[in-house]
């Protein structure tokens, strides 16, 4: 279940520079929560938190992030910040994630009124997952195995918004690799890309080792906390018989396909210089018939030539 007006999605070399400003680590629970659930933004509609949460500030983006609120509130002491207010409640008081020695990954509150602090009693790993909870980000145990139209429809919109707000974020960046990366047991998904830009900006010698790497691109699992509905189809279940397995990416086949006929990729010339994947990794013959079956064949000529697994007889 997706948060409503959540900021722009955050790479993990966004909130490692952030983590480097504010002078302290960040706890993987935080990490996780901004770069896989959401950046900000309400919690579901219809949806009550039991400690009393009602939205939750964005980082970089947005109107008021968070690293906006440290220097307002005074947070940054000696170059270094031991509280990040990362959340709040419907009386402005504010949930702050401490990151002191002493206490890193403690949750406090912070009154509106005087600024005093109270300690919640609970860790941030704590905090989340009662949030998660009470939000429905976590999947309940027992539901089934999604049918391939309902999980074609998630990921349809999970990636329409991803590489809508990708392509809206980097306008000058002419993408030629777009790749949705799956595991070998067909676990939730994510995005990777490749822009000629991004690829010009690394050492010249390593250019041809990183063109088709996925795993090593500034874009790496963009847009993850689009993908929050998928994660709740697919993440509780255990992993998928062989049916089960094809039947997933079948869907993200499907999504792929029906967004590539909306345009969202691009017509023409524009949509010749993009290859657009739904991979396995580590990769196999499969996927070289999925992008085949994916792009027009002026695309693949780089491709083919320079990353695609053999196929061997049919």
Do not use: K
């Amino acid at each position: 279940m997706a948060f409503e007006r959540c900021a722009w999605s955050l790479t993990e070399g966004d909130l490692e520079v952030v983590a480097r400003g504010l002078g302290r680590r960040l706890p993987a629970a935080f990490v996780d929560h901004y770069l896989l659930v959401s950046n900000g933004g309400w919690p579901p509609e219809g949806r009550e938190s039991s400690l009393g949460v009602h939205g939750f500030h964005p980082i970089t983006h947005g109107a008021l992030p968070v690293e906006r609120l440290i220097e307002d509130m005074g947070l940054r002491r000696d170059g270094v910040v031991d509280e990040v207010p990362f959340a709040y409640d419907a009386g402005g008081n504010q949930f702050l994630l401490v990151l002191s020695p002493d206490r890193h990954g403690q949750v406090d509150v912070c009154l509106a009124d005087g600024w005093e602090r109270r300690p919640t009693g609970l860790t941030i790993d704590e905090f989340l997952d009662r949030c998660h909870a009470d939000f429905g980000v976590t999947p309940p145990d027992d539901v089934g195995e999604p049918g391939v139209p309902e999980l074609t429809d998630a990921l349809t919109v999970a990636i329409r918004t991803a590489v809508t707000e990708l392509f809206a974020r980097h306008p000058a960046h002419r993408f030629y690799y777009l790749t949705l990366v799956t595991t070998e047991e067909v676990h939730p998904p994510y995005l990777s890309a490749w822009s000629r830009e991004a690829l010009a900006a690394v050492p010249a010698a390593d250019r041809p080792y990183l063109t088709w790497s996925y795993a090593d691109s500034p874009f790496h699992l963009y847009g993850a906390q689009h993908f929050a509905e998928v994660r709740r189809l697919l993440g509780a279940r255990q992993a998928p018989d062989a049916d089960g397995r094809q039947r997933r990416l079948d869907a993200m086949e499907a999504a792929v396909d029906r967004l590539d006929r909306e345009g969202l990729f691009g017509r023409g010339s524009a949509r010749s210089g993009l290859v657009v994947a739904v991979e396995v990794m580590p990769p196999d013959h499969e996927n070289t018939r999925r992008v085949t079956r994916l792009n027009p064949p002026e695309a693949l000529v780089t491709w083919l030539a320079e990353a695609a697994e053999d196929v061997g007889p049919d």
